[in-house]
């Protein structure tokens, strides 16, 4: 066997992991990949005995489970890649590159991805970048950002455009460095390293800690009680129902629509707010922790639930009728940076934004881990791939999250009495963990060393996969509606940065 | 247009009418109280993610504290987290807060640059700077100004540029690829100019702080105005320092 065969957060030892020759591994992957059911969740290398280990981990969507293999390479090698057999390995590639200076030679595009303050080539500076460019009298070029004009995080964004028309767009990532995967193997207690996970983006902090939180369990082999499985479901759903709402409303922003962003901007306000009697934090910092919650879910915050959802959904439903009803919205959201289907599937797409484009990838369903199986998840699917899909997906999935959490409380498990405790992590493993946040798939992985100490600690953001798609939907598009297409997508440079 | 007007109607008043007096809804871990009780130090000060937590006495910094609540969980009759969201002060010591402590956490007025309440006092713009924050402080900034917090009321206000500017916000722990673009916003802002440091990141760098991707030397080279602690920081404690250092708030 070329591989081993894991499910979501199934504990497996490190050693049996196969170790192939690096022909037989591109072959491996890159032939995983024709299954257009499987997908690549990560890809990364680490040093290993002066050489450079590469594990890849692809998922198989109808199996639900994540296929794992790996094989050394020498650093600073030259190599033939996979991205030329598949192009939904390029970013990892490019990654690998990065940090360990690979020279792919048939790469289409090797550019740094995130100027870790660890890259392999110290003299590549995110000050000069080597954008691509066209030397041509009718084309010009538009620089965009670090920082933005709203109170949104720093990224540059380089047009290419012929007049108002977008001809290519370049996106360079990176200012939201804070080199959090070192800081996972430095900082050796779990209270550190939960807070790392709640801070690798704010705006996903129940997802991130999610992810994290069931990984460690599985490293120490820990059986959570169903309380603290109900917790993390619930939290997840109602932090899909807080940023959706957030987004809507700054969508509405962006195409000047007052009302709408008023009345959506309003509505987060309660939500946000139940997740601050909840536990104290309006984003849920401090409410998911491994083994243990602070914050049991009690039949107090039952009730307090399905009181401030019994105002905010009448609100929102006349809210929604009217903003998908009016025609000067609808002008500038259909047919807008669309993403076909294929392109979805080409590029590896996840979440949300795939599920815009027709393309089923959603953790809930085929990975599903604490309450998904037994909620029987129904996924939201749209076909037109343009920035109306991806707003409409959104309004979907708040209505239908609505109902699971209804579902879930209304079968809420007892709260229990005691939490066992929780040993250390069990030497030698590895672990993947893969969780729907709301933008869409996040994966955490790790391995410990012979002792139990972490060994590696990856991280990976939906918006790692989907910041090329955003390019990728703009071209053609006028410059202008570059904003809605963008706060469409809702990417994370800070997760992406890491 | 009947359909918005009925929409409209039936948002209700959204606003806060004093921001100054508002109760934070359910639970808020805002200002600590300390009591003198003995308790196993060491254990206290391992259990805190960010060292936030010293002894002789038993002390919290809120420019490190992430609010986790963790130590006084496991300490509640040692640590206990009041409704208190008035914890900004324009001198870092003052967000140290001691066993036996009973005071509020607030601006030293005999410190405040002079200008700023002359010149800024009816209307203040800001520029936010997001260097490696995690957008949870640039979603609560944003707050501010939605129906809710409504902080324009007041006249402040966040600008697109930083020409418009009369002061930066940071957020987040500083990171060496996010040095050079804040320097450079900062050098476009027009003097005078404040500069507010909004959250734990920005603060110490929080959990991020010692990591080798930071380069904060930037806070070396000026005065900080204005410390406004959280993790995030709440939109309250937010406007509430500002109001403070415009001299316009109350205790
Ligand atoms: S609440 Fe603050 S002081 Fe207490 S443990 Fe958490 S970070 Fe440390």
């Not at chain 1, 959603?362 to 990975?367: F, G, N, S």
């Not at chain 2, 944003?142 to 930066?168: C, L, M, Q, Y």
């Not at chain 2, 920005?202 to 806070?219: C, P």
């Given at each position: ?113 995130r100027y870790p303050f660890y890259r392999?080539?110290k003299?590549?500076n995110i ?19 670090p ?6 995080e720093p ?19 990176g200012y939201q460095h804070r080199g959090i995967e070192p800081l996972f193997?430095e900082k050796?207690?779990?209270?550190e390293?939960?807070t790392l996970?709640?801070n690798i ?292 440079y800070c997760?992406?940065d890491l | ?49 960010t060292m ?11 420019g490190k504290?992430t ?62 700077v997001s260097a490696a924050g995690d957008?949870?402080c ?32 940071i957020t987040g722990p500083i990171s060496e690829n996010m040095a050079e673009p804040l320097q ?13 440091l909004?959250g734990t990141d920005a603060i110490s760098g929080g959990i991020f702080a010692g990591s080798k991707a930071l380069n904060r030397s930037f806070l070396d080279k ?30």
């Amino acid at each position: 066997m070329n591989y081993s065969v894991l499910k979501n957060n199934q504990r497996v030892q490190f050693a049996s992991i196969p170790v192939i020759a690096y022909e037989s591994f591109i072959e491996t992957i890159s032939g995983m990949l024709e299954d257009k059911n499987n997908h690549c969740v990560n890809f990364f290398g680490f040093p290993s005995d002066n050489k450079v280990k590469l594990i890849c981990c692809i998922a198989s969507d109808t199996e639900s489970c994540i296929h794992v293999t790996s094989t050394n390479v020498e650093t600073g090698s030259s190599l033939p890649s996979a991205t030329a057999h598949n192009l939904s390995f390029e970013k990892f590639e490019r990654e690998i590159h990065e940090n360990f200076g690979i020279k792919y030679t048939d790469h289409p595009w090797l550019k740094p991805v995130r100027y870790p303050f660890y890259r392999n080539d110290k003299s590549q500076n995110i000050s000069n970048y080597p954008f691509y460019s066209i030397e041509s009298e009718e084309l010009h070029e538009v620089g965009v950002g670090p920082i933005h004009a709203g109170i949104i995080e720093p990224g540059h964004f380089r047009f290419l455009c012929n007049g108002e028309q977008i001809l290519h767009l370049e996106i360079q990532l990176g200012y939201q460095h804070r080199g959090i995967e070192p800081l996972f193997i430095e900082k050796k207690k779990l209270n550190e390293r939960v807070t790392l996970a709640e801070n690798i983006a704010g705006d996903t902090v129940v997802g991130h800690t999610t992810a994290f939180t069931n990984l460690w369990e599985s490293l120490c082999d820990y059986t959570p009680t169903p309380d603290l499985k109900f917790n993390r479901t619930l939290a997840l759903e109602h932090e899909r129902i807080a940023i959706h709402t957030g987004d809507l409303s700054a969508i509405c922003t962006d195409i000047a629509y007052q009302l709408g962003s008023s009345v959506y901007g309003r509505l987060r306000t309660p939500v946000i707010n139940y997740f601050q009697k909840w536990c104290g934090n309006r984003l849920a910092k401090s409410l998911i922790r491994p083994g243990k919650t602070n914050f049991p879910f009690t039949k107090e915050l039952a009730k307090e639930w399905f009181k401030t959802f019994e105002d905010y959904d009448p609100d929102f439903q006349e809210m929604s009728k009217r903003l998908f009803d009016l025609p000067s919205a609808l002008a500038r959201l259909e047919r807008t940076g669309v993403v076909s289907a294929e392109t979805a599937t080409n590029i590896g797409m996840v979440g949300m934004a795939a599920r815009a484009s027709g393309l089923l990838r959603d953790i809930r369903q085929t990975h599903p881990h604490d309450f998904y199986q037994e909620i029987g998840y129904d996924p939201v699917l749209q076909t037109t791939g343009d920035v109306y899909a991806r707003i409409n997906i959104r309004m979907e999935e708040i209505i239908e999250s609505m109902d699971y959490m209804v579902d879930l409380i209304n079968h809420m498990p007892d709260p229990a009495r005691k939490h066992p405790a929780m040993s250390a992590p069990i030497p030698d493993s590895f672990v993947v963990s893969l969780v729907e946040g709301w933008r869409g798939e996040i994966c955490h992985t790790a391995i410990t060393d012979d002792k139990g100490d972490l060994l590696i600690y990856k991280i990976k953001d939906p918006s790692y996969h989907n910041w090329l798609a955003l390019a990728l939907a703009v071209r053609n598009n006028d410059i202008s509606d570059f904003p809605i297409c963008n706060k469409s997508f809702g990417l994370s440079y800070c997760g992406h940065d890491l | 247009m009947f359909e918005d007007f009925k929409i409209l109607y039936h948002q209700g008043k959204q606003y806060i009418p004093d921001l100054t007096t508002v109760e934070v809804p359910g639970i808020f871990r805002g200002r600590p109280v300390i009591t003198n009780e003995n308790v196993d130090e060491n254990l206290l000060i391992d259990m805190c993610p960010t060292m936030a937590i010293s002894t002789n006495p038993v002390s919290i910094d809120l420019g490190k504290c992430t609010f986790c609540g963790e130590c006084s969980f496991a300490f509640p009759s040692k640590i206990q987290f009041t409704k208190d969201y008035k914890i900004s002060s324009n001198i870092r010591e003052r967000l140290i807060v001691k066993a036996g402590d009973t005071g509020f956490v607030e601006l030293d007025a005999e410190k405040i640059r002079k200008e700023i309440k002359k010149i800024f006092g009816g209307s203040l713009k800001l520029r936010q700077v997001s260097a490696a924050g995690d957008n949870s402080c640039e979603l609560e900034l944003n707050a501010t100004g939605n129906v809710n917090f409504d902080v324009g009321r007041f006249g402040i206000e966040f600008v697109a540029s930083p020409r418009h500017a009369d002061g930066i916000v940071i957020t987040g722990p500083i990171s060496e690829n996010m040095a050079e673009p804040l320097q450079i916003c900062y050098d476009a802002t027009p003097a005078p100019k404040i500069i507010i440091l909004a959250g734990t990141d920005a603060i110490s760098g929080g959990i991020f702080a010692g990591s080798k991707a930071l380069n904060r030397s930037f806070l070396d080279k000026y005065p900080i105005d204005l410390y406004v602690p959280g993790n995030p920081v709440h939109p309250l404690t937010f406007i509430n320092g500002v109001l403070s250092l415009l001299g316009k708030g109350k205790k």
